[in-house]
RNA sequence: GCGCCCGUAGCUCAGGGGAUUAGAGUGUCUCCCUCCGAAGGAGAAGGUCGCAGGUUCAAAUCCUGUCGGGCGCACCA
């Protein structure tokens, strides 16, 4: 297994990220909590029935659901309960709905835990059309949030995670592309796509291992060994070979230790292909090409902290082990001279060979016992993030993680769609055989890390997507991402101003959002909603949620910019408390950005 | 043939059971810079949510069928 040591370990990661028991839980609970604690004082008042079954209760209390409503005329949050609860109430939902609203306003009225704590979070709770709840926050529960967001911005965007004692370990392997040969546009999907979703489930509290699988021997170096060997010699490659132009430059590119091992190969183990001179060029081209790859992604922002061969799997012995395992709990099979995995007793519809009637090992092999090793290190979870063309493979990996012991919902794989690259409205193709394909490196000289990152983010995994190379790079300008970090270019440019014209930030939001139809009040309520973006994003295993959020801000700030004037010196204190309001804005547009990857600039 | 994913505005895509106004960006049209950054703002036009049934008080959303597109069904790597 390769490591680096040069950036933080996954534990250490998770660690360094701060989480704030009151910033990491979305309002969204702190408002479910309210809606639960009114509906068993509605019953203690006997307002409400009791329900014969006690349990039901507490199953319909863990079971409410509160969300942001469509309109902002039905207040910041709503909820169904009194619809759900109608029927283990014997009450009609309007009426249940109206016993909440008095005792969520009685909460507002006064401190919880005995009058040490804060006063409740709800105003002006309300019984709409059928039976629904409508919530408004109370002003100074939001107030109270932006100082915090404040206070300690670096934790703004990170979910303390609600039941885990300690933190979920997670292995998200992605990417894992063959070294054969420099990545290409096509498997840039998979890298932000695996990046991504370490990001958000690193915010929402677990600890994330970026792990990239690669294959170092077998048929596919060797035909690459071949491909290299070929042009030195003046020879044309093979018809099945690889074509592309770094097959030439790998070819005279060898250094004269490499070359000398090779020539001494050909005179020494011309009979042994896994020690002749292919297989000597090979494994160096191989190599050659995972540090492009590694270097590729790294400009794209995206870091592994585990590089793990497909041949340590065997001379580690974990193939071997996995094997074993699966022998002893009797799901394997000699047939035709191949070893079988019994896949059917696990519901797929043939069974699998491990070990193959030559003696070879199929990758099915391998994947069983990185499966095996994987769980070893530790991990709760494992996320495989996978091109589509493998869906064939996710029931068998699953079913061998099954009989191996493991639970099958601990294993995941996540299928990313195709992207159609078109340029000027000609699908390009991508064979790297055929060396007729454009490199990752190329797609980003075009239209920027940022550009692509907003892009795949805001699109989900599933969908297969046409991606217009000419028209990316020709609206530069006009691309989403670009809205968001003006938006944040501005806020800090505020910010400047009003440091030049020695205004003070106020110490406190205090009274400013008291309105709630001011611009303040509304740009207020966009802010404090990130971690129910962050917690959504983590538990749906999808970004789209963050690019929606940081364009809603923009939006929002864009709103507030124009109706409230921020930098006046002739109202010194209204200025002091939305330049703080502002400064909290920043902290949660530049927050949703790091959690893309994307810059937050403070000047375009 | 069987299985998985997907058909939503001209284009690229969100939404994936709930309040009869289905959203965003882009494109098109009309306006707005003596005013904290016009990479911006205000407004308009643009949709039988592939089609047909069904479940429900309520369906773009769930179920079935169907049409169209992608992918997969190896002792290949």
């Known amino acids: ?50 329900p014969a079954d006690a349990n039901a209760l507490e199953a319909l209390i863990r079971g409410i659901e509160v969300e942001v409503p469509a309109s902002s005329e039905h207040g910041d949050y709503a909820s169904n309960i009194a619809m759900k609860s109608g029927k283990l ?20 009225q006064e401190r919880l835990h005995g009058g040490a704590g804060s ?33 300690s911005p670096s934790a703004w965007g990170h979910v303390v995670p609600v039941d885990a004692k300690s933190p979920l370990r997670v292995n998200v392997e992605f990417v894992s592309a063959n070294p054969t040969g420099p990545l ?3 498997n840039a999907r998979g890298a932000f796509v695996g990046d991504l979703l370490s990001r958000v489930l690193e915010a929402a509290g677990q600890e994330v291992t970026r792990e990239y699988y690669f294959n170092d021997f077998g048929e596919q170096v060797r035909r690459l060994g071949e491909s290299v060997i070929a042009p030195r010699d003046g020879v044309p490659v093979a018809e099945d070979g690889y074509k592309g132009d770094y097959v030439g430059e790998l070819a005279t590119g060898i250094p004269a230790d490499v070359a000398a091992r090779a020539a001494e190969a050909r005179e020494a183990h011309s009979a042994d292909p896994d020690r002749d001179e292919v297989a000597v060029i090979g494994k160096w081209a191989s190599e050659r090409i995972r540090i492009g790859i590694q270097s590729s992604l790294a400009a794209l922002g995206v870091e592994f902290d585990v590089w793990r061969s497909e ?40 069974d699998r060979v491990i070990k193959k009637s030559t003696g070879a090992y199929t990758y099915f092999g391998s994947d069983i016992g990185y499966v095996e090793e994987k769980f070893g290190r530790g991990f709760d979870h494992l996320v495989y993030v996978w091109g589509a063309d493998h869906h064939g493979t996710v029931a068998r990996v699953r079913n061998a993680g099954e009989a191996l012991g493991y639970q099958k919902e601990h294993m995941e794989m996540l299928l990313v769609a195709w992207v159609r690259f078109v340029r ?29 990152r907003w892009y795949f983010a805001s699109r989900s995994a599933s969908t297969a997507i046409d991606f217009d190379i000419k028209a990316a790079t020709a609206r530069n300008s006009e691309n989403p991402v670009y809205y ?17 014209e020695g205004l003070a930030t106020a110490p406190a939001i205090g009274d400013l959002l008291d309105n709630e139809t001011s611009a303040d009040a509304v740009l207020a309520r966009v802010i404090v909603r990130l971690p129910e973006v962050v917690e959504d994003a983590a538990a749906h295993h999808e970004t789209q949620g963050v690019t929606t959020y940081a364009t809603e801000l923009a939006t929002a700030f864009s709103a507030f910019y124009r109706d409230a004037k921020v930098v006046d010196s002739s109202a010194p204190e209204l200025s002091a408390k939305r330049l703080r309001l502002v400064q909290a804005a920043a902290t949660s547009l530049a927050a949703s950005l790091r959690l893309l990857g994307i810059s937050a600039p403070a000047e375009m």
């Open 484 to 500: 968001a970090q003006y938006a944040h270019a501005r806020m800090q440019s505020i910010l400047r101003k009003a440091a030049a």
């Open 311 to 350: 041949g340590s799997l065997y001379t580690d012995g974990h193939v071997d082990r996995a094997i074993e395992k699966l022998r002893a709990a009797g799901w394997l099979e000699e047939r035709d001279g191949a070893l079988w995995f019994k896949s059917t007793a696990f519901g797929d519809d043939k």
């Open 184 to 186: 290409t546009v096509g």
């Open 119 to 151: 006063l409740g979070p709800i105003t002006q709770a309300s019984v709409a059309g059928p039976g629904f709840l409508n919530m408004r926050l109370r002003a100074g529960l939001l107030a109270d949030l932006l100082d915090a967001i404040i206070a």
């Open 424 to 452: 000027d409205g000609v699908e390009m193709s991508m064979s790297k055989r055929a060396g007729t394909f454009v490199t990752l490196d190329e797609l980003l000289e075009e239209i920027g890390v940022d550009s692509a």
């Open 1 to 50: 297994m390769t490591t680096s040591g040069a950036h933080p370990t996954p534990a250490e990661r998770a660690r360094a990220l701060p989480r704030d028991p009151l910033l990491g839980v979305p309002l969204r609970h702190v408002v479910r909590d309210a809606v639960g604690r009114a509906l068993r004082r509605a019953i203690a008042n006997g307002t409400l029935p009791a």
């Open 89 to 108: 109430l014997q009450r009609a939902p309007a009426q249940i709905a109206a016993a909440l609203v008095a005792e969520l306003d009685a909460e507002a």
